[in-house]
């Protein structure tokens, strides 16, 4: 609901407290009307108030706490009017939803309106990134999306058994459903008519005729969602904060600076300096420097957090909002004052959260190299020695079973404790710089895997002209496969018996 200013707000909110009292055959000097008169002070909330009592059946008591804790949040009541008693009421409870809730069956599938984290836990699919606490927080608290998940019912014979791997029972293995990927969809709704839809793949779902079975699903859900949720909003002007987005988005992109995270540490030379001319050409266009821009947008911050054109963008939008938000707040890292500690992620999300694969990707790029790469190092680590002791302490993984770099020479017996045991015996790490160097007894190594039910002679390793299979007869051959598996990290040396992998930020 949008008002031209506070005094048309204010009318338009006493006239609906006297239509109610109209329509309920009360007059306008009712002493429980004059109290809520009296206790909101005509100040916007008063209709609204009169309407759950008068209208809704709450008391007084009930209804002036929800007032006072309205009031204090600044929750829009164009919302509200908007809301059922069930979820008015609970604005009175302190306790925590239930994880998740059946809420109807349509077209063949049975909806559930997941309430928290740990609900996406018990439906999701593992394939989702909605597993991770950081995606969980991204698309559902800061951008306040509501959550479905819709599963076919032959999955979901009653409202409480999920029959689909699920992120809270998952082994950690890859997670794909083939052909059963229909049988269940994530599914956030946003009250701006827009919804992001996955499949158990985590496919983005895009709207045609394939999908067309989902039309009814979704209408269901757009109608449950506008009707239930109590969302805050704050009073601000929204064209002036547009204009201003719009400004600062249509700047970078006219400087070409719109490349990815970690295409920026790879790739570019001086990032400071392309944020000097930034700077520059938002003082050429609106006359305000850069502290000037952070101030005006200083009222926006609550809609800058939770806004994609600003998360969602690129590398240097990432550190333009980090920025500006420690400008307003103080949460930074204690190393860059300019980062925020980890609410707002470089790259989009924590990597740390995504096994230790994701680190080794991030140490290959050089992060740690860099400056902002060291920022996002910190915000995942607290500290780059923290980085450095994760890779070495976990270093028999990523030799071992880390699909996303494809280090999985191990795999098939991995799961097998004798074996885990015996090729950590083969693997020590020694302090070196700022960081370590880690030490693979490769014929040790050889031995482990000539005694396992790895079958050496069908190891894949690639060449020049695509891959081939090779036989691997002697510790020269495993050497060639290890060091093989190891490409995503350099300087690696062999003196004869030890392969030495550097894990610093030192370059040599």
């Known amino acids: 609901m949008k008002y031209i200013n506070k005094f048309d707000y204010i009318v338009e909110n006493m006239a609906q407290a006297r239509a109610i009292l109209n329509r309920t055959k009360n007059n306008y000097d009712n002493p429980v009307f004059q109290e809520i008169v009296k206790e909101t002070k005509r100040d916007g909330y008063t209709g609204f108030i009169t309407k759950l009592v008068f209208e809704m059946g709450f008391n ?196 070409d600076m719109r490349y990815s995270f970690s295409y920026l540490i790879r790739n570019e030379d001086d990032i400071d300096s392309k944020f000097k001319n930034f700077y520059e050409a938002i003082k050429e266009n609106i006359d305000l420097d850069k502290h000037q821009l952070f101030d005006k947008l200083s009222k926006f911050i609550d809609e800058i957090v939770k806004d994609e054109e600003f998360l969602e963008n690129n590398g240097y939008v990432d550190i333009f909002v980090n920025d500006f938000v420690t400008y307003i707040k103080d949460d930074s890292l204690p190393n860059f004052p300019n980062v925020t500690s980890n609410e707002l992620p470089l790259g989009g999300y924590l990597f740390n959260e995504f096994g230790i694969g994701e680190s080794v990707i991030k140490y290959h790029y050089g992060y740690q190299y860099t400056k902002y790469g060291r920022a996002a190092i910190e915000q995942n680590y607290g500290t780059v020695e923290k980085f450095y002791s994760d890779l070495a302490n976990n270093f028999n993984e990523i030799l071992t079973e880390t699909e996303i770099t494809g280090m999985d020479i191990f795999k098939d017996v991995y799961d097998k404790e004798d074996f885990k045991n015996e090729i950590k015996t083969s693997i020590n790490s020694e302090k070196y710089k700022d960081g370590y160097i880690i030490k693979i007894d490769t014929e040790k190594l050889y031995n482990i895997a000539k005694e396992s039910d ?54 040599d």
């Open 454 to 507: 790895i079958e050496l002679g069908k190891i894949s390793i690639t060449d020049d002209k695509g891959w081939r299979y090779k036989e691997i007869n002697n510790v020269g051959d495993f050497l060639s496969l290890i060091k093989y598996n190891l490409s995503y990290f350099s300087g690696i040396t062999y003196d004869g018996k030890e392969l030495s992998v550097p894990i610093y930020s030192i370059k």
């Open 60 to 255: 007084k008591e009930d209804a002036l706490k929800i007032y006072k804790k309205i009031k204090d949040e600044g929750t829009d009541v164009g919302a509200l009017q908007k809301a059922s008693a069930d979820d008015i009421e609970k604005i009175l409870s302190d306790k925590e939803p239930i994880d998740y809730e059946y809420i109807f069956t349509e077209n063949g599938y049975k909806v559930f309106l997941i309430n928290n984290y740990n609900g996406i836990l018990k439906t999701g699919s593992p394939a989702w990134c909605l597993k991770t606490k950081s995606y969980w927080d991204n698309y559902i608290t800061k951008k306040e999306g509501m959550q479905f998940v819709i599963i076919n019912e032959k999955f979901a014979p009653s409202d409480d058994l999920i029959l689909m791997t699920t992120p809270s029972d998952w082994d950690g293995e890859k997670y794909e459903s083939g052909s059963y990927a229909k049988m269940r969809f994530g599914i956030t709704s946003y009250l701006k008519l827009r919804m992001l839809i996955f499949d158990d793949n985590n496919r983005q779902i895009s709207f045609n005729e394939k999908y067309d079975f989902l039309d009814p699903i979704l209408n269901k859900i757009h109608e449950y969602d506008v009707s239930h949720r109590v969302i805050k909003v704050k009073r601000t002007d929204i064209d002036d904060y547009l204009s201003l987005r719009d400004l600062i988005i249509n700047t970078f992109d006219d400087l």
